[in-house]
């Protein structure tokens, strides 16, 4: 299944895809939030995707606050408008990881893909234990 992976945020949106076979998950762009549903209903349709991941931003103690509830918006935007499953993923430290490993400039696109391998690899997981 072809997966897109979205960070949201107030600023910029980071977004990830993977191969048909969920092995891979790689950064793809990185989008104005203003510019984010036209720029994913385009990467939709043209890459054919399947399935989009949100990064879900919760607070260290696992509460959602402000951000997980704008990340939760698009989703239902994404869902309702291209009639694609939504799933959200936690994004805790992602962003952190990101900067530690592309830098500036980099880090909302490489933290969409570590959402999405995060999500790929929960999947694969769930398959080995037979839960899905």
Do not use: N
């Not at 990830?16 to 762009?29: F, G, M, Q, T």
């Amino acid at each position: 299944m072809r997966w897109l992976a979205v960070d949201a945020g107030t600023v910029r949106v980071g977004l990830a895809i993977c191969d048909r076979e969920e092995r891979v998950a790689v950064p793809l762009e990185i989008v104005p939030a203003s510019a984010a549903y036209p720029a994913i209903r385009a990467i939709a349709v043209r890459e054919r995707v399947e399935g989009v991941v949100v990064g879900l931003p919760l607070h260290m103690a696992g509460g959602e606050g402000q951000s997980a509830a704008m990340a939760r918006r698009l989703g239902q935007r994404i869902a309702k408008g291209l009639g694609l499953p939504v799933t959200y993923e936690d994004e805790r430290l992602t962003s952190e990881e990101a900067a530690r490993l592309g830098g500036r400039g980099r880090q909302d696109d490489l933290a969409a893909a570590l959402i999405l391998e995060q999500f790929l690899a929960h999947r694969r997981a769930l398959r080995r234990s037979g839960g899905a």
